[in-house]
């Protein structure tokens, strides 16, 4: 069977590896053929630091999946479970309040989405850390920013979808998958330059890659055998030798039928240093994903990348161009705090507090979530002038100058993470230096994710990345999905030699 060639050992691409190295039961007296694959990662560092960083929800929907692959009690080790999300209104004390059952269960990931479906709180005299006003209904905060320690919303999750929503450091999850990825399957070091294609029509090689350009970092891997002295490599073949194999021709995610004149049958992952990987090529190399990008020029020069049909609006429109983005985003991890002074970290389960002000020329939404060893993830979020088309390159800056102007606006604002507790303390006095980032929330429509045998998965294909609907880079779930979870969980090494047998 051909190779699988993941690009980005990002935490998607890390669980898809993680799949692939899990052998399933066969039902059958014919085992399950095992599938190659390997990892190309960019950066050269196997492990991320435990500073910065931002926080993954372990929503229900995964838990069978971790739970199959052996990890889930070793994830609830170094993670903590999420009792409530509680959205506060700057000069008005509490928005609302909602349990963990309605946050996580249904996917909300941003402000703007949460303080839509929140349900407004019975009026009432009060004040607070975040002002004064009405004090929220369900929440575990009371008037003098100290918690009462009530975890029902995290016991009613339990029993009505059997598991926990887990906040997890990105860091140390992170850490923990790629600790369980053999150091031969992960070549560090390597930037994809582009994607070339075998058409059996053409009987030649088509290259779609882009100009060289810096690939934004997903993460960090194992070392391999890959080399990055600018020799030629190919998974399956020895050094130097070119592996072109013809390929069951796929349908494009549509359905629609695609002749073979059309498609490419063979792809081929070309890096900066001339090496050259071939195979099932999967793109898990984030927002900015070179793969698909690369694919893209491919498709447009063949004429295979249009428009979609217009919506029930009438509204129709390039699904394929450039990311916007209306948002950028302030995201960061504090050092181990005091729980006297931060009342919330003494809970056994997570308060996610909201805090929202849509007034003056700063609107704004911070997060913070309490994690394990006393520590808050945070987010700053605010909206830009104008409406922003974002680079075809990640574009994020640790310039502590620029971020200092940007939390100057919200210093002395009450947190809501405690009494007295301000914005400044948590983003500028206990978050370790150099260790937040500023970055945009790109918006976009992907409508092609796969075509041929080049495939996109996590943030690399995003169907559809809102500013209301999308979880921010800070603050993102992991298992959310349409699909309702079944008893039986599918074998992945079958999907992929049904798919490519």
Same mark, same amino acid.
């Given at each position: 069977m051909d190779p699988v060639i993941?690009?980005?050992? $990002?935490?998607?691409? /890390?669980?898809?590896?993680?799949?692939?190295? +899990?052998?399933?039961? @066969?039902?059958?007296?014919?085992?399950t053929p095992v599938?190659?694959?390997?990892?190309?990662?960019r950066s050269t560092e196997r492990t991320w630091p435990l500073e910065g960083g931002g926080v993954i929800f372990l929503t229900s929907q995964i838990h069978p999946l971790l739970a199959r692959l052996g990890i889930l009690d070793a994830l609830r080790k170094i993670s903590r479970p999420v009792a409530a999300l509680t959205v506060y209104e700057r000069h008005q004390y509490a928005k609302a309040s909602s349990r963990a059952s309605a946050d996580f269960a249904g996917g909300v990931g941003v402000a703007g989405s949460a303080s839509q479906q929140r349900e407004r709180s019975a009026s009432s005299s009060g004040s607070g850390p975040a002002g004064s006003g009405s004090k929220p209904k369900k929440s575990g905060f009371d008037g003098d920013g100290d918690d009462d320690g009530d975890d029902d $919303?995290?016991?009613? /999750?339990?029993?009505?979808?059997?598991?926990? +929503?887990?906040?997890? @450091?990105?860091?140390?999850?992170?850490?923990?998958?790629?600790?369980?990825?053999?150091?031969?399957?992960?070549?560090?070091?390597?930037?994809?330059?582009?994607?070339?294609?075998?058409?059996?029509?053409?009987?030649?090689?088509?290259?779609?890659?882009?100009?060289?350009?810096?690939?934004?970092?997903?993460?960090?891997?194992?070392r391999s055998s890959g080399s990055t002295d600018g020799s030629t490599e190919a998974v399956g073949a020895g050094r130097g030798e070119a592996i072109m194999t013809t390929m069951p021709l796929m349908e494009n995610h549509s359905g629609s039928a695609t002749h073979t004149s059309d498609i490419a049958n063979t792809a081929a992952v070309v890096c900066t240093d001339g090496?050259?990987?071939?195979?099932?090529?999967?793109?898990?190399?984030?927002?900015?994903?070179t793969v698909r990008l690369s694919l893209y020029r491919h498709l447009r020069e063949r004429g295979l990348l249009t428009a979609d049909p217009a919506d029930k609006e009438?509204?129709?429109?390039d699904h394929h161009g450039p990311m916007r983005a209306q948002f950028r985003v302030l995201v960061g991890q504090t050092r181990?705090?005091?729980?006297?002074?931060?009342?919330?970290?003494?809970?056994?389960?997570?308060?996610?507090?909201?805090?929202?002000?849509?007034?003056?020329?700063?609107?704004f939404a911070f997060w913070c979530v309490p994690m394990t060893e006393n520590r808050i993830c945070w987010m700053l979020e605010d909206k830009l002038a104008e409406e922003q088309i974002c680079p075809e390159t990640e574009d994020f800056t640790q310039d502590q100058q620029a971020i200092s102007q940007l939390c100057e606006f919200v210093r002395s604002i009450p947190s809501a993470c405690g009494k007295?507790?301000?914005?400044?303390?948590?983003?500028?006095?206990?978050?370790?230096?150099?260790?937040?980032?500023?970055?945009?929330r790109e918006e976009g429509y992907f409508s092609t994710w796969t075509y041929g045998n080049v495939a996109l998965m996590g943030d690399g294909a995003p169907l559809y990345r809102s500013a209301d609907t999308s979880s921010w880079p800070g603050c993102s779930e992991a298992g959310q999905c349409p699909?309702?979870?079944?008893?039986?969980?599918?074998?992945?090494?079958?999907?992929?030699?049904?798919?490519?047998?």
């Open positions: 993941i690009v980005g050992a $990002g935490l998607g691409g /890390l669980l898809l590896a993680l799949l692939l190295e +899990t052998t399933p039961p @066969s039902s059958t007296s014919t085992p599938i190659p694959y390997i990892i190309l990662e $919303g995290a016991s009613f /999750l339990k029993t009505r979808y059997e598991y926990d +929503t887990l906040a997890i @450091s990105r860091p140390e999850l992170y850490n923990f998958l790629v600790d369980r990825i053999p150091e031969e399957k992960l070549v560090l070091g390597k930037q994809v330059h582009g994607l070339v294609f075998q058409d059996i029509a053409h009987g030649g090689t088509r290259s779609a890659a882009p100009a060289p350009v810096p690939v934004p970092d997903t993460g960090s891997s194992s090496s050259r990987y071939e195979g099932i090529v999967v793109g898990a190399d984030g927002a900015y994903s009438g509204n129709e429109g181990e705090l005091d729980p006297d002074r931060f009342e919330f970290l003494k809970n056994e389960y997570s308060d996610v507090r909201v805090l929202v002000s849509q007034e003056g020329v700063h609107p007295g507790v301000t914005v400044g303390e948590i983003i500028l006095d206990s978050t370790p230096e150099e260790t937040a980032v500023l970055l945009l699909v309702r979870p079944q008893p039986r969980c599918i074998s992945i090494p079958r999907l992929f030699s049904a798919l490519f047998p």
